[in-house]
Each structure stands twice: as C-alpha cells, then as structure tokens.
C-alpha cells in the first residue's frame, strides 16, 4: 500500500473537498482518500499495482478539479560568469536542462543569472553548477528561493487578487446600492438626480444600475465558472449556491428591464441588480477574510519553516567557506559562531558552548554542548565558537522531519470532522431544495413572483456549507502549529481528537518518570573509612565499567572532582560484582551475594541496605581486605517535573498508571515519591503491551507515555502513544504525539491542548451549524408566516459572509494558548 | 491584468450608456406621447386651439379645460387649467382672496388657473398638431411629464401643485383624464374642501423637493372619455 500527497487546486467549499474525495474512493485500489479543504491537501493510500497516480490525479481532474503531486521543487538564481553573447546563455541552458530533475531553465543574458526549477531529490545543486562549469561558465554564489517563498508568494497573489477583485466590486455595488436604495427607502433621504428619478426615467435606471452590476458580475466571475460546472457535474458546492442566488437575481432583473422597456415601468421596481452586486461583493469579502485568516493557521509550520539558515561557514581546506545550506553535504566540517544558528544537524568535533533549542523543543534553558554531543538545525549557538560534522542534511534534518510531522497532522482530519463532511456533501442539494420548495410554497401562497424570488436567493445565499467545512481543519490548523510552538508533535487529528478523551495513563518508568541514568544517592561508612574515599575507591574500580551501576558511581566521584586512583590487578565476576587491587589492597564491590560468598560479615549495615531497598535504591557493598566498609546507594532519579506533571494529571481527573520491569518493592517506591495511583511493575517487556490492553478491556481510553524501543508496542497498542522525544526513533514512530523535551510536564500539556482544540472545534461547527440553522428558515420566510421577520438577500450574503469570518476568528483564538506551568 | 481588463470594460460600458442614454432609453416620455395621442383621438371633438391664449384646449365632458401653450417662448401663460367657479364659491370661497394667476371671471362663472411654465421654443414642421405641441414639450421640458404609479397614470404638471393626468392605457383605466388641483390656495381663500361639490378632496401620493414620496391633498375630477 502506497501513501502519497496532492495538492489540489481549485476547491473553493468543503462540498469540492467532498467530491474530489468521492472522485478518487471510487477508484479501485485506494483503500483511504482523505482531502482537507483548508490546506488543499489529499492524502491517499492506495495501491500502486492496481493504480497509478496519473489515474487518481485523472479522477480529480474529472471531479472538476487539478491534482498535483507535492515535489518539492526548489528554485534557484545562479549568477553566472563568463557569458558574452545570447548563445552562451543558449548553452547554459542546454546543459542544465539536460540534467534529470531539472523542471526549467531560463538564462538571462543581460542579467546573467539562471533561473532554475529543480527537484532536489532528483539532482543536487552541485551536479547542476558542474554542468554549468562543465559548459564553459562559471557559477557564483547563489540566490536562493524555497518552498516557503513560493508558497508565501502564491497565497499573497491570492490574497491580492481577492481584494482587488473586492475593490473593484465595491466600487461598483456603493454607487448601485445608493441609487437601488435611495427610491425604496424614502426616509434615507438618499438624492437622485433628476434625470435618474426611477418613475420618470425607469430605463435610463435599470441600465445605469445593469452598467454597475457588470463588473461585480466579472469581478465574482469565478462563482459562476466554479459553480454552474459543479451543477452539470451534479456534485454542487458553495459556488453553486451564489451562482444561482445571484443568476436568479440577474436574470429577473434582465427581464424587467424588458417590460419596463416595453411600457411595463412598475418593474422598475422589480430590480434585483444590487442583490446580485452586493451578495458578490460581501462574499468577495468574505473569501478576502478566510484567505487572510487561513494563512495566519498556518502560521506556524511557516515559522518552523523559516528557523533553518540559509547559509553555512563550512571550513574546507582550512579556509571558511559560506555556502547556500542546501550543498551542505553530510561529513562536511561546519563553523557556527556564537549568535549564529546552526545549520544541519550533527556532532560537536571541536569546542564547547551553549545552544538554545527553544525554538524546537521548547526547553527555555540553553543546553550545555561539548565535543561528541549532538546539535540541531535550527537551534542558535549562544556562546562558544564550535565547529561540528554534519549528519544529518536536507530533508533528514530533525526540523524537516518537525515539519514533516506537522504538515501531516495539519491535513489529517479528525474524526469529528467526518459529521461536517456527511453534513457538507448533502448540505448544497438539500439548500437547493429547501429554496425551490420555499419559493414554490410561498409563490402557491399567493404572493408575488418577486415575493417567491427573494425567498429563493436568501435561503441560497445564506445556507453556506464554506464556515461548516472551516470549523475543523482549521482549529486542528492551528492547535497542532500551537503544540509543535510547545514542542508537542500531534502527528494527525485524530490523535488531538483522541487525547482529550483519555481517562488513564500509563508512564514507562525508566526514562520517562525517571531520568533512565542511575546516580548516586546515598553512601554509608562503617567508619573504617571515609564517605570521600570509600567513593573514591569504589570508582577508580569501576572506571571503564559499561555497567550502568559502574557508571553511576564514576559519574558521583567525577561529579565531587575526586581523582581515580591507579587500579592494581582487576577481575570482574559476573552477576556478582568486581574484585580489584588498589594500593596492594584487595577491594570486593557488588552486591550482597557476592559479600557472602566471601564470608564479609554484614550485619553492621543490614538495616541501612533494607532501607534503601525500601526506597527503591540499588545497595552496592565494598570490603576493603575482607572487611566491610560500606555501601553506596544508586538510583535512578525521577525527573524534577514528574511529581508536578501526575499532580496535574491528577487534577484534571486522569489516573495515573506507571509499568515497569523492575521488582515491585523499587516500583512502589518510585510510584509512591511521584504519586502514582496504580503500579504495574515486575511486566517484561513484551507483556506491555498487554497491560495497556488490560486497561483498555475496563473501558478506559488509555494513553502511554514512554521513550524505549521496548515500548513501541505499548505505544501502539494504547489509544494515544506519547513518546518522550528524547527516546528512540521506534518509539517516535510508534507514537501519536511526541514530546520533543523530556518534561513531563508536556504531558498535561498535550492533554489541554487537545480539550481547548476541541472545544474550539465544537464551537466552530456550533456556529457554523447556529448560522444555517437559523438562517434557512429565517430566509425560507418561516418567521414571517408567523408576524416575524423575512431575510433581505442582502443581509443573507453579509451572515453568511460573517460565519466563515467568524469560524476562522474562533480558531485563530487557539493562538492565545498557554500550557499550564 | 484582468483587474485592468474589468475596469476597461466597466468604463466602455459606462461611455457607451452615456452615449446612448436620455433620449433613447426614456421610455416613460415615449409612452406619454403615445398615451396622450390616445387621449387626444378619443376627445378628439374636443381638442380645439384657443388663439388668443395661442393654447391647445382640452376640454372634459364637464366643460373643464387643460390648456397647454403652443410655444413656451411666445406666451406668459403656458399651462391652465379652467373650471367651473360656483362648486368652490359655494363652498366658501372668496374669489379676492385667491392668490395672483388663479383669475375668476365673473361673467362666465368660471375660475382660471394660469402658469407659466417655461420659455422654450418649439418646433414644428408643417402645421403644428396638439400632440406635436405636447412632443415639444415632452422634449424640451421633459421635468414636468411623469407617471403616476398609483393610478397608472401620466402627468403635466402645470404649476403650484396642480396638474393635468391622463391614463397611460384608456382600455384598462376609468379614469382617463384627471384635473388634479392643488387645495391649499382654495382654503386659505376660505374654501371647506370637504363641501368642493364634483370634486374629490382626497390624500395622493406625489414626491417631494427632495425626492421623498409624501402624502398630500388634491383635489381631483376625473372623467371616463370613453
């Protein structure tokens, strides 16, 4: 089974979304088609031996719509060097246009730079300056243009044509509503001249208001390209409805003007071009507003996408070279100096500083960098001058992976969208319904034709599915951009949906409760030695031990600066501990099997070790000569915010679970520091996974929280898998969220991200749902069979106009998140 | 470029309107024309042209005139309106007490309403005909023909209120022809407009200086021509 992503053009409601979806399930072989109307995505899983993408993009085509595959395409300004004449720059792009992956070339000679479209999975930037060299010229530095430009610049473009495309109809509908309304309502006192009075000169009015209309008709051209071929395709959308409210509108006016030509001058008051002018323009208005706000949610990945350098100092034979970031190459040797980003990812190979990783992982607090740590693109190097190797380049970089995540989880739908979906598809024919059969009802009634049409073009004008098919993708938008700000990756909406709902849950205990380092807590001394020296000794004799015990207690004695001794003979005795000579002396450390079966009598600290068992503590014993001198206690240390994150979790009415493969003695301990309410210990790893699924059979939604490879199925097996994002990359994969810092405190975090998604999201559809709901029988005339109110066309355009406006507000609030601290 | 495109259109449009307007799309003043020929044929015994006023008269069944000025440039008096005095002495009214160009003259019991309208000149080719005087007038004074929604009826307005309607269409209409007085001047010469015999005093619907439509008096007699 394949995945892939499309971009589609030319949707213009959640009703198009529908049916290019429709289009493309139809298809044999796609198992899973999912289109997001805010970020015009489809993703489709399908599969690749039944069916090429050519035929789904050929199905989305038919649906009336263009699919295109989402290269990456990156276009680059090369200057080059060395052209005399128009036939050099010919060359120039014969022999990059040669070159695979290469989408266009264009040399211009007098500016002499190369503009090229290329797509960097299939050549890189070096092979293209090559051929540049290899044709005769010389590349120089390059001017760089991404994704995130071109992006910005086609949304701008939009966001430019639709407000022209206002203007022009607001200049247009202010001078055509003044003289419409001017004679119908009197005590507005607007003036006509003479020569427009509409009982004297009513065909010299209707025209003037005719010339008015047209350009608004023009400037809304696109209503009804889009939506008379959404009627003949029979899958009708929001266009459809404007189209024939305001082609309604029109054409009745076209016809009075006909009788008033012919003598009939009482239809001049039969005019409806300023309905069909001001509809136009208010929902041009309105399409202004949505495009502005639906850039503003995503904002975010925009943000990400603007971290990474456009360059980098890569040091090449000695000498500081700055490249575009884009030919950096893994294994290059790069220079970041303090106040500088880092470039790429890779590992510190020469000096030492400090790197504020905020901006990826939230962490406010400058993370220490030696030689061997490893840095991330993106992240800025504080102090120190540092120059690192890189590993990770391009598309692998844990940023593009960041984006990745995000791009992903923003068009993913949750599955409360799937109610807006059902509601959308059938929305636009039921609308058409409703506003035919109204009309017919109240034209059977015995009222006017014109009565009957301004019945028809209100409910078509105000039953607009555009804010229904808004409400979701555009919270879930915004409210994964905010997470990934945080540095909380919701990789879909279902996830986000998901995570609100949980009742319990389940932190692996190493690594994600704990630090996973052991360290030393606690050292006893029988006396016969000092607590200094007894360390002192116990770590000169673990020094280059790879166990974890061993490295915790050289960790302690490096921590209080205490130098290693010089170790005499050494022999480790496996499952029991190690034996030394140190000074002549014969030093025994491990644990308490290994002091009885060398006869050290114990007793003197018996109380001490049952104690620290107790409190979950490792007791390690050392006799010095066969007599004992005293323990030292190692335990991995539970985070600073665990205790903080499960007393949150707590108050909001979550049971907090921890599962562990250690004794239940440590287990309880740790659980009974932190306050865990239910301990799961002694539960090899394998059986994990089982132990979630234990409490998913009482019913719960259960989330669970972990770092290692052994908690993978685990993660996947829970309704919403956390991984700390310090863990491994199975577990990332494995998981719905991932925490890019290991505070646990992200937890909580994602949790009341999810509930203010959420309730946004319920909100959105409340008020998309509230606008109809009321709108269509307010417009249909209900209130007015009853003594109530009838809707004007006018202020059916302006409601609906202001429910997209005000769906996109609401979700925009999510941007004013703050996590609990 | 197709913002451009738009407003090119726009302004073409527009230029092309101004250029056609006025004359050519003022249907209301075509129909007036062919309207008031029909009402002209049916009263045809009754259309004379009174010389000393060098006016059009016509003239109701009831003996009222309209008379309308052969040419607005050669008479002081371009509109009047002629009726019986004694319904409105009747009724109280001082005939000294009338304001200057509503003249009564004694000896035919009858009160004169005289305006002047305009001084535009009219043409003619060939001997003039009362409807080619009424095409003159709604050419070069077109302000003062209108319609009258209400009675589906058209309009000249002479003067101070007071008018002469006829119907657009004599086949669906009962009242083909309307003098249409203006009360006030009546009143203040001391007429109960309620006791004004063979004229409705009656609320009608005309616009105001500013293009408001208001309620005001008349007072009306119509007649059926057919």
Redo the contacts between chains.
Sequence with gaps: MKTENLKVFGMTCAACAKAAERAVGKLDGVEKVNVNFATEKMNVAFDASKLSMEEIKAAVAKAGYEAKEEIETKEVAIPVAGMTCAACAKAVERAVGKLGGVESVAVNFATEKAVIKYNPKDVRLSEIKQAIIKAGYTPLEIENKNRVDEDKERKEKEIKTLWLKFVVSAIFSIPLLYIAMGPMVPWLGWKLPAWLEPMNFPLLYALVELVLVIPVMIAGNKFFTVGFKAIARRSPNMDSLIAMGTSAAFLYSLYSIYRINIGDFMYVDDLYFETAGVIITLILLGKYLEAVSKGRTSEAIKKLMGLAPKTAIVIQDDKEIEIPIEEVEVGDIILVKPGAKIPVDGEVVEGHTTIDESMLTGESIPVDKKVGDKVIGASINKHGSIKFKATKVGSDTALAQIIKLVEDAQGSKAPIAQMADIVSAYFVPTVFVIATLSALAWYLSGESTVFSLTIFIAVLVIACPCALGLATPTAIMVGTGKGAEYGVLIKGGEALETTHKIRTIVFDKTGTITEGRPEVTDIVTTGIIERDKLLQIAASAEKGSEHPLGEAIVRGAEKENLEMLKLGKFLAIPGHGIQVEIDGQLILLGNRKLMVERNIELTQLENDSDRLASEGKTPMYMAIGNQLAGIIAVADVVKESSAKAIKRLHEMGIEVAMITGDNKRTAEAIAKQVGIDRVLAEVLPQDKANEVKKLQGEGKKVAMVGDGINDAPALAQADIGIAIGSGTDVAMESADIVLMRSDLMDVPTAIQLSKSTIRNIKQNLFWAFAYNVAGIPLAAGLFYAFGGPKLNPIFAAAAMSLSSVSVLTNALRLKGFKPYK | MK?KK??L??TT??AA?VFS??QA????GK?AVTSFEQVLNTASDNVTFDEEKNSWSLESPAGDEFKWSKDFSATEVDGILEFDAAPFINAGLDVTKLPEGYVYDQASDRLSLNFEIGQEKFDYNGDATALDTFKNIVEKK??IV??H?ALDHYGMAVGNGNMFEWA?DMSTNDKDIVFVVNPQPFIDAGVDPEKVEGWAFAKVEV?DK????VEVDKFLKPFDLK
């Design positions: 913002a738009m407003i259109l726009a449009l527009s309107l307007a006025c799309t003022d249907v209301v129909i077109r302000e209108g319609y929604e657009k616009k500013d293009g408001k439509m």
